[in-house]
């Protein structure tokens, strides 16, 4: 019987693979392929099964998860871990939600994994946040209870709360496009918003690209940092992320760069109290730029989920 695990990482487009030792915490063979049809998925968890005689999966994807099973926001398929156990006669098949295993992740980042944007406290022992603005909003939690970690995947994307804020900050009017949190702080949402005020559709990378040529960009991409970093800020003293706040994905890799994160930090550093004013600026604001996030969180998973159990 193989030791090694199947891990696998479902997006709107991409399936990634590989296969991963709890000894080493190592990954290899990994791959990425791009999966139009559900046959296809099946098909490149049948070549690792049978290639590796594999009796353990664990496998992330975007949507809200229950009772090991994933239905996906971004394509109509649900992933249900009892199915793929019978179909590929493994042991067992862990469903998690794609935040969910970026939050597995954050216990194994080393120094080398993650650039510090803004100082703080960062004790990996103490609860921490991931977050992203991709295609919606990613948001979890990490918090350890008698030193064991367990994560929470949330909806944050979803809510409804901010959409007076976000509007008026970016001078829009309500309608059905800005609904929800994410339909403002996400890569769709940077997109959206740019047509909404140029009348111009441009790919949300070209955007940020643009930001210091197109007046309309940098503006957008500011108020975007603005809007995120007092959010961010309220997100923070709800949960005391002692831990840290990461930011995930290749949005914020790109945006990261650019003069509007400072917009961010004095936004999420902000308060009239004292207090809290010191509790935000010690809060560290970080980047991963590990590979692979939610395939190492997954392989963390197929460790700590015996130490729940």
Known sequence: MSDRKLLLDLGGTNLRAGLGSVDTLLIDDISKTKVDKDEEIFKVIRSYVEKNNIKEIIFSAAGPRSINKVSMTNRSLEINGTHI??????????????????????????????????????????TSVAIGPGTGLGFSILRYVNDIPYVFATELGNTKSFNDYLLNIFKLKPCNDFSVLESFLSGTGIQKIYKSISGESMPTEDIVDSYGDNKLATELLNNFCKAFGRILADINLTILANGGVYFAGSLMRRIHKLEAMEYLFEEFDSHNSRHHKDLLINTSINLITKEHTPLYGNLNYSIVRRMHE
């Not at 067992?92 to 994994?113: A, F, H, M, T, V």
């Open 85 to 126: 156990e019978d179909e590929f006669n493994v042991s067992r098949c862990d469903i998690l939600n794609d935040w969910e295993s970026i939050g597995y992740c954050l216990p194994l980042l080393k120094d080398e994994d993650f650039i510090q944007l803004k100082g703080g406290q960062r004790n990996p022992k103490e």
